[in-house]
């Protein structure tokens, strides 16, 4: 996309807006009050409103390569505990997808500089999980594997954290891992049980 292009496609944006609704942007200056918060990959193809099909105000969003949830990341978990505390939002949605370069760049043996810590927490998911990737022959299902193994990773990151336990405690909040197929573009359920996740982890995690 032309940088110079971008201010004529708002302008055509705005007026398009308007056209269909004269009080679009008054309305979206009113606030917020999302239900979802949804933490997906930085990837240029998945947008995490398109491919759910929301509008804007729906959805909370954070984003960072192969849709981490890293106790020391700040911005994550800033982001994290704005939504569940102040936003109340119902439910959070870790989001991973298949063709992620993040992760695909942990499966490889190489040195990548600044990016080698980050992509540390994807290894530790594949040697968490080795003997199940290990025992998959063809790389690409091996490929695709790690990256819903990474997903359920980092929703049981979530489920360790103090905020989202009491939320999950007190008002029900709902814990979701979804992979989206950039091929068909389909998202599949990973059918996260954070009970389980919880009473398996909550001799150490747990927190009250």
Avoid at 82 to 106: I, M, P, Q, R, S
Avoid at 124 to 140: F, G, M, P, Q, W
Wanted: hydrophobic letters at 35%; a negative charge; aromatic letters at 6%.
């Amino acid at each position: 996309m032309e940088i110079d292009k971008i201010f004529e496609n708002n302008k055509n944006w705005i007026s398009n807006k308007l056209e269909t609704d004269p009080d679009y942007f008054n309305q979206l200056g009113e606030g917020q009050s999302p239900e979802l918060l949804y933490i997906g990959c930085s990837d240029s193809r998945v947008t995490a409103e398109e491919l759910m099909g929301a509008k804007p105000g729906e959805i909370f969003v954070h984003r960072n390569i192969a849709n981490m949830v890293v106790s020391i990341d700040l911005n994550s978990m800033s982001v994290i505990n704005y939504a569940v505390e102040h936003l109340k939002v119902k439910h959070v949605v870790v989001c991973g997808h298949t063709a992620c370069g993040g992760v695909k760049a942990a499966m490889d043996s190489k040195d990548l500089g600044i990016l080698n810590p980050w992509l540390r927490n994807i290894r530790d998911v594949y040697r968490t999980h080795a003997k199940e990737l290990n025992s998959i022959e063809d790389e690409e299902q091996k490929y695709d594997r790690l990256v819903e193994l990474n997903t359920q990773e980092q929703c049981v990151n979530l489920i360790k954290t103090a905020v989202v336990q009491k939320a999950i405690r007190k008002r029900g909040l709902k814990i979701h891992g979804w992979v989206f197929d950039v091929h068909t573009g389909e998202l599949k359920d990973l059918g996260i049980d954070y009970d389980t996740i919880l009473e398996g982890i909550r001799e150490i995690y747990h927190l009250d």
